[in-house]
């Protein structure tokens, strides 16, 4: 087992490019994995088209948008007489969201390269807008959040989604933990962006009503990924995961072999009567009106 390193400041520059760069590479495996990740999130795609209040004609705002999720719902929802905004700063994440909604036909399907901390949108421009998964990975998160309630109409709905709390997230708590102890990661430092960073009760709630969201509600909502085996399950996880990637680069290769096989035996007690390793998983949904 390797020693525990220990947490080290960081500088934004250095982080903003290592998350470039970490999605550019990762883009390739979102592609190749979507039609499992698809179905396992469209329960949670729904509710924040939802909790937004889309409704069909809507002008909407997608941020970080990844492949295509949930902007790829919302142009859906609002018809072509409407249109949705996807809205990324990576470039090969945005490629394969259009290759979606070409796919779709969804010809009111739009896209901008743009760093979500610094949107540069029109104001009071958007009847509603979504953002999953990303205000717990930058480092100005309230950034985000003003930046989006600037560019929505008067009233209008802000919906996002964070995982929640590590212990309620095995699909990306097992492989953070595992790496920390068999690579010698070291626990991320107080304030650090993660994907589990921000799951705990009334962190996003704060985050959105101090950018001056009001009304401002919240609710979980389940998602599970189910894999044919454990091998299949680290599969992804080292295609898709950039924060996973980032982590093990640097390490010789057998220390990332022994990672990706305490992964598998971590998950083991997670499989099924069939022999499906089943990772159930929360995510807290928060809205608020402009």
């Excluded at 969804?106 to 205000?135: M, N, Q, Y």
């Excluded at 560019?151 to 699909?171: C, H, I, N, Y």
Aim: proline fraction near 8%.
């Amino acid at each position: 087992m390797s020693a525990i390193q220990q947490p080290q400041p960081v500088d934004p520059q250095e982080f903003k490019s290592a998350q470039k760069a970490g999605w550019a590479t990762a883009s390739q495996g979102w592609r190749k994995w979507r039609h499992r990740f698809e179905p396992a999130t469209a329960e949670l795609n729904r509710k924040l088209v939802e909790l937004a209040g889309v409704r069909a004609g809507h002008r909407v705002l997608d941020v970080a948008s990844g492949i295509g999720d949930p902007a790829l719902e919302v142009a859906r929802k609002t018809g072509a007489k409407g249109s949705v905004l996807a809205t990324d700063f990576s470039p090969e994440m945005l490629a394969v969201a259009r290759e979606r909604a070409q796919e779709e036909g969804l010809g009111h399907f739009e896209t901008k390269i743009a760093d979500a901390e610094k949107l540069d949108l029109p104001p009071a421009s958007f009847d509603a807008a979504t953002c999953r998964w990303c205000v717990m990975l930058v480092l100005d998160p309230a950034a985000i959040c003003t930046g989006v309630r600037r560019a929505l109409k008067p009233d209008a709905r802000f919906a996002t989604a964070v995982w929640g709390e590590p212990e309620k997230v095995p699909f990306l708590a097992i492989p953070a933990k595992v790496a920390m102890r068999e690579a010698g990661l070291p626990p991320p430092a107080p304030g650090t962006p993660g994907p589990l960073s921000m799951g705990k009760p009334g962190v996003a709630e704060a985050l959105l009503a101090g950018a001056g969201f009001r009304d401002v509600k919240s609710e979980t909502v389940s998602v599970v990924f189910e894999f044919a085996s454990p091998a299949e399950y680290v599969a992804l996880m080292d295609d898709m995961s950039a924060s996973l990637r980032r982590a093990l680069e640097d390490k010789p290769a057998d220390v990332r072999a022994k990672v990706r096989k305490e992964i598998e035996r971590a998950v083991e007690p997670l499989r099924t009567p069939e022999g499906r390793v089943r990772l159930v998983n929360e995510v807290r949904c928060v809205s608020g009106k402009a």
